[in-house]
């Protein structure tokens, strides 16, 4: 069972414009969803979180909203750089019990074009 | 803050020998540590969770005697793969956890069984 999914495995966007990538889960028991940056043959890097009770968290260029009722969180990102350019993945995670984790989805690869 | 540092970056073995992997929080303190592995152009796979002075908790499927794991203080865990085989070859990442939810993973380490 794919808890966290994210279906768009790449995503091709322009220098300067905002790059929007998707996230899908079916577990209403995470208590918290964070967005990771990964390069080929590194660690993920934490980009940003949000508590499931917030509808949005802005850090910088980074935006992520939450949509409770609809099991989906979005990571913008704009301006976009090319050095934005990696594999990012989403993740939920709770408090406590058997959520006590993080549960990835599969990543979404974007390529930011100069 | 919250680095997280792995040693070795890489690493060459020959099969049946065992491989030594650390983990270290290198400024703030890892209540829990994890570690994941993951296979090329795969998410990561949750491996096993430890808290300091506790034994791990493994998912399922993962074999704890071929995987051990210490996490001997709240800046250090290792994992070590016993009596290793070709098919342990793979990328290992850890992360680390203090309070808050938010987790911050090392740069991981390759692990080539010959």
């Known amino acids: 069972d794919q808890q966290v999914k994210q279906n768009s495995p790449s995503l091709s966007v322009q220098e300067g414009r905002i790059s929007i990538l998707n996230c899908d889960y079916t577990n209403s028991m995470f208590d918290y969803f964070l967005w990771y940056k990964k390069y080929p043959a590194e660690g993920p890097t934490f980009l940003i979180s949000?508590?499931?009770?917030?509808d949005k968290n802005e850090d910088g260029r980074f935006t992520v909203f939450l949509n409770k009722s609809a099991k989906h969180l979005s990571l913008h990102i704009v301006p976009s750089q090319p050095g934005d350019s990696a594999v990012y993945f989403c993740?939920?995670?709770?408090?406590?019990?058997?959520?006590?984790?993080?549960?990835f989805g599969t990543g979404t690869l974007l390529a930011v074009q100069p | 803050g919250a680095v997280v540092s792995q040693h070795p970056s890489w690493v060459i073995c020959k099969s049946g020998t065992s491989v030594k992997i650390e983990c270290r929080s290198l400024?703030?303190?890892?209540?829990?540590m994890f570690w994941y592995r993951q296979f090329p152009k795969q998410s990561l796979m949750l491996m096993a969770t430890?808290?300091?002075?506790?034994?791990?908790?493994?998912e399922q499927g993962v074999e704890k005697d071929k995987f051990l794991i210490n996490h001997a203080s709240l800046t250090l865990s290792t994992l070590t793969v016993t009596s290793a085989h070709p098919e342990d070859s793979s990328f290992y990442i850890c992360?680390?956890?203090?309070?808050?939810?938010?987790?911050?993973f090392g740069p991981g380490t390759r692990l080539t069984v010959t």
């Open positions: 430890s808290n300091e002075g506790s034994k791990a908790t493994y």
């Open positions: 992360s680390c956890r203090a309070q808050s939810y938010e987790q911050y």
């Open positions: 993740a939920g995670g709770g408090t406590g019990g058997a959520t006590n984790k993080l549960i």
């Open positions: 400024d703030f303190q890892a209540t829990t």
């Open positions: 949000i508590s499931s009770i917030k």
